[in-house]
């Protein structure tokens, strides 16, 4: 069951394109990451989804709901974290953590108290003292405390250091495994390959690829050799040169990997699943040389 879904999605700011036809969609119960460089148009797809700006063509919707006519109800059972934390400066912690629990029913105290323990919140400062990475575990606490069934995350770990990033992730991953739905933009790969199912990669406002990460693992192989036969295999594509190795790609599976390397007769050659960083680079280096 999709519980965000955005279609054909067109946002320009002036001459300058945000969005192109953006289209994915995002299932109960799974943490989707969104990848691409900065400017890509990652943060005007999350801004539009939560009602803080308007698309100028397409669609989107959350839990069903349409994201301009239900944003008030959307904001009640979504929780939002920015890539740039802005709240105001001279209020303490505990104020501005207090006032956000007013605006959700329930008392949500024994949970804001949960959650200041787990990120190492510090509520008696006043959040301009605070580091980027405090104002963002501020931010996130914010909008995890009213235990949301969607979480939206841009850059969240910008920031944070291992011990509050690994934190982060248990988290989100124990409120997934409850049913929570979970969007995560980042530029972070490592990150994306470690705790997103599936992923979309967007450049210069397009969607290049929506790609299960356990599929495209097993899907390809980075073969790395020394020496060999010059003649290479049609289903080995070569991506690289470098210090006497050949670098090649394949969809071969593995016993089809053996007999292309027996035919080249290598010196020595180790085979690896495709990482994260790698799948990107050849998604965006393929996609400047069209």
Known sequence: MAIIEIQNLQKCYGKNV???DVTFSVEQ???FGFVGPNGAGKSTTLKVLMGFIFAQGGSASICGQD?????KEIKA??????????LYPGMR??????RNAGFYDGNLAAETERLCALFEIDTSKRFHELSTGNKKKVSIACALMPGPKVIILDEPTNGLDPVMQKALFAELERRRAAGATVLLS????????????RVAFIKDGSILAVTDL???AAQHKIITLTGGSAEVPEDLELLREEGGKRVFRTALAGGEVLRALSAMVPEDFTVENESMEAYFWNLYELEDAQ
């Not at 059972?77 to 802005?86: H, K, L």
């Not at 912690?93 to 207090?98: F, I, P, S, T």
């Open 77 to 86: 059972f979504t929780g939002y974290v920015p890539s740039d934390v802005r």
């Open 67 to 71: 994201v301009v006519k239900h944003t």
């Open 29 to 31: 119960g799974e943490i």
């Open 93 to 98: 912690v505990a104020e501005l953590l207090k």
């Open 186 to 197: 980042s530029h972070n790969l490592a990150e994306v390959e470690e705790y997103c199912t």
């Open 18 to 20: 945000g969005t192109r």
């Open 214 to 216: 356990r599929q495209a």
